[in-house]
């Protein structure tokens, strides 16, 4: 349901479930987010430890960080904004506290604009604004800016479109931890259930946070990422 009582379209249900879907094209199978460092670490051991880890990283930074900024991205992309856009765009840039963590911003930034150039080409408006994300700095678009754009094309309410963007990153560090830790399927989705129980939550405060508000500050998850450039035994590229 949106925010307004009415129910949320077929058309924009659908494509909030294609963006969040690990199936979509954009490599985020591919990255931990620190979770394999503090595995090797010792800190994540088990379902107990890695369910605590993600709910933790969750309210910590995904909801002081990435959520906010796409919160505020996708309202500047509807009003065709784009220096409101540049300036979320450089702000994700400047506050990734490690290489590998800039790096993933990036690549997925880069192969989600990729994914809406092949969904939108027959669209002229929307390929202009395709083409506006791509030249937004001499970087690529970091992930959280090139999913407001996606989100911003759904017509969902954004409060809808932020669930969307944490159930799909739950659902690639459930993954991870299970091939990571290991875990059985069913300890994966008992913490995916942990995860989606939180997920509400973190989503109101991110909507409740204004600019100067907002922060990429964690410092033992910002350790653990550089450590993890260097560990000796890998699965995953962060």
């Known amino acids: 349901m949106s925010t ?16 969040a879907s690990p199936a979509l094209p954009i490599g985020g199978f591919s990255y931990s987010e620190g979770l394999e460092s503090a ?24 909801s002081r960080s990435d959520m906010p900024a796409l919160a505020q991205a996708i309202p500047a ?10 300036d979320i765009n ?10 590998e963590l800039r790096l993933q911003s990036e690549q997925m930034g880069q192969s989600l604009t990729a994914w809406l150039r092949n969904q939108h080409a027959r669209s002229a408006e929307r390929m202009a ?5 791509a030249g937004l700095c001499a970087r690529t678009p970091t992930y959280p800016v090139a999913f407001a754009l996606a989100a911003a094309f759904t ?32 300890a994966g989705q008992r913490i995916l259930a ?7 939550q973190a989503v109101e405060g991110a909507l409740a ?13 910002a350790i653990l990422s550089a450590r993890h450039e260097t560990q000796y035994s890998r699965l995953f590229r962060s």
């Open 4 to 19: 307004a009582g009415n129910a949320l379209s077929a058309h924009s249900l659908l494509q909030l479930m294609w963006l």
């Open 39 to 62: 595995i090797d670490a010792g800190y994540v051991t088990g379902e107990g430890s890695a369910a605590t880890w993600l709910v933790d990283q969750l309210h910590v930074a995904q």
């Open 77 to 86: 992309w509807r009003a065709n904004d784009l220096g409101r856009v540049r």
């Open 90 to 99: 450089t702000w994700v840039l400047t506050t990734r506290e490690s290489s």
């Open 129 to 133: 604004q395709i083409e506006a994300l």
């Open 155 to 186: 017509q969902a309410p954004v409060r809808e479109c932020l669930l969307a963007h944490a159930f799909g990153w739950a659902e690639n560090m459930v993954q991870a931890a299970i091939k990571a830790v290991p875990l059985g399927q069913s």
């Open 194 to 200: 942990r995860l989606a129980d939180e997920i509400p």
């Open 209 to 221: 946070l204004e600019d100067g508000a907002r922060t990429a500050f964690s410092p033992m998850l």
